[in-house]
């Protein structure tokens, strides 16, 4: 809409009109989009795609190097991994439902059961356990910013499933779905999408393309629906088709770190090995002639041996010994090291302290980390969850459904069947005093219930209520008593006051 006071201006000075409207142009534009010679400006407008086409691979291959070769990378991996899935996994409860919205208890007993028989050969090598391969599958898609893995259901020759239900994994790096496999608009990146980008089937390599393989093709790849793939991918931008590495922002100081580390232990090696030298007097003492020699006329090399407490008194005129100093070891290496950790961190989403191992600092400032950093590790592990342990878990209730081995009762809805509580890591306890008491009042109050506080210690209610009762039996059939029996009355007690041991 034109503005009227610049009308005014256009019709009694044009020229002043115009700066203005200038004025306003400039005022309206972002300085950070304005290139200048004092900073690079970035013009590359492509799609995440055309990104993903040029820099995925090799962002893959230096992520792995460092990995195998950089131990600040490797620990790094280590603790994202370990605090998104963790030592046993992302735990499953059933809450299959009845019709009238209570869960259906024996078929979510049943389901438990066939799933702890499952979860020892999950996948079709049976080497590894399902939270092993969680943990594999989740450093792959950390690493290589994707991970896949074909779902295979019932009988299939030459398969053995290795348990009652019939349904295994077959778990995949990246290489195996070939970036450069494109056709138009169908396929893109080994993935064949259907009008609105939606996968529908991925090419794969019927081998691992870095191994030789005997009458194998570059071109041998088999079609595999998009209903039986799962694909982990670290995801960008809307549109990305394929996944990038979680370490591509981080992968160039990662390798200055690592070169500048030994740089410095290099120089603190030869300042440990004592070098000196002899320095004479005038120039004419640095003539060949002065130089000391054997019968035939030939220079002799001069050795002065070190020793302790030794003394030195065939020095000639003019000459003296120094030594050499290369001002090693650096004191600022540690600072300098820390800055660079704190952005590193920063660029993965993982805790400092625990990429660094530097936990010096407060209570206060170490829960304040850990609990502003916990968010980033729960969002891995929803996302892990999401793409790759919950289409798991529905799968497997389903083929253990067909299969005949957990049978699907009447009562159950059909809707509900798979529903379940994913229980990823919890955040550990700094100073296990201080929440446990923290904790008890808030259940004395009613702000919190006693299963809340099982998972934040990462138990299961149910499991842990069971070991209670199982122990208090075991325990009551000896006669012992304990501190936690408070509701227990006890003869030998008339105020029913818990007693302070066994």
Request: charged share 25%; with cysteine; hydrophobic share 35%.
């Amino acid at each position: 809409m034109r503005n009227p006071v610049d009308a005014i201006f256009e019709y009694f000075s044009p020229e002043k009109a115009l700066k203005r409207r200038a004025a306003r142009n400039v005022l309206a534009l972002y300085e950070a989009g304005i290139p200048s010679t004092l900073r690079k400006f970035r013009r590359d407008t492509g799609s995440a795609n055309n990104d993903v086409q040029k820099g995925a691979v090799p962002v893959r291959v230096q992520a792995r190097h460092l990995e195998q070769n950089h131990d600040i990378a490797r620990g790094a991996l280590r603790v994202l991994v370990n605090n998104v899935v963790g030592p046993v996994g992302i735990g499953i409860e059933p809450q299959p439902r009845r019709r009238d919205g209570t869960i259906h208890a024996e078929y979510a007993a049943a389901l438990r059961e066939a799933y702890r028989d499952w979860c020892k050969k999950p996948e079709v090598t049976h080497r590894h356990h399902w939270s092993k391969a969680q943990r594999l599958a989740c450093k792959t898609w950390l690493r290589d910013g994707e991970a896949f893995a074909q779902t295979i259901t019932g009988l299939v020759p030459s398969l053995n499933h290795g348990t009652r239900v019939p349904y295994s994994l077959e778990l995949m790096e990246p290489d195996m779905v070939p970036m450069h496999h494109n056709n138009g608009s169908t396929i893109r990146q080994g993935v064949e999408l259907n009008a609105w980008g939606r996968p529908v089937a991925y090419w794969v390599h019927k081998n691992h393309p870095g191994e030789w393989v005997a009458g194998q093709a570059a071109s041998d790849l088999k079609r595999i629906s998009a209903d039986n793939m799962l694909h982990l991918a670290c995801i960008d931008r809307l549109h990305q088709v394929r996944g990038v590495s979680e370490f591509a922002s981080v992968i160039t100081r990662l390798e200055d770190i690592k070169d500048y580390e030994e740089s410095e232990r290099i120089a603190a090696k030869i300042s440990a090995m004592l070098t000196g030298y002899i320095k004479k007097g005038t120039p004419d003492l640095y003539s060949p002639e002065s130089l000391p020699r054997d019968e035939q006329g030939n220079p002799l090399p001069r050795d002065i041996a070190f020793q302790p407490g030794m003394i030195i008194d065939n020095l000639g005129i003019g000459e003296e010994i120094g030594l050499i100093d290369s001002k090693r070891p650096n004191p600022n290496v540690i600072t300098f090291r820390q800055g660079q950790l704190r952005a590193v961190a920063a660029g993965l989403g993982g805790s400092y302290s625990s990429i660094s191992r530097d936990y010096n600092g407060t209570y206060s400032s170490q829960r304040q980390e850990l609990v502003e950093q916990w968010v980033h590790y729960a969002t891995l592990a929803d996302e892990f969850t999401g793409q790759f342990v919950q289409p798991v878990w529905e799968q497997f209730v389903e083929a253990a459904r067909i299969s005949g081995v957990v049978p699907r009762p009447a009562d159950v809805l059909p809707d509900s069947a798979d529903d379940a509580l994913f229980i990823a890591q919890s955040m550990p306890w700094i100073d296990p005093l201080r929440e446990a008491k923290a904790w008890h009042q808030l259940v004395q109050d009613g702000f919190a219930s006693e299963p809340e506080v099982i998972r934040k210690r990462g138990g299961n209610p149910r499991d842990v209520l069971e070991q209670i009762a199982d122990w208090r039996k075991k325990t009551a059939e000896k006669g012992l008593t304990f501190a936690s029996d408070a509701a227990t009355e006890n003869p030998n007690n008339p105020d029913k006051t818990a007693p302070g041991g066994a």
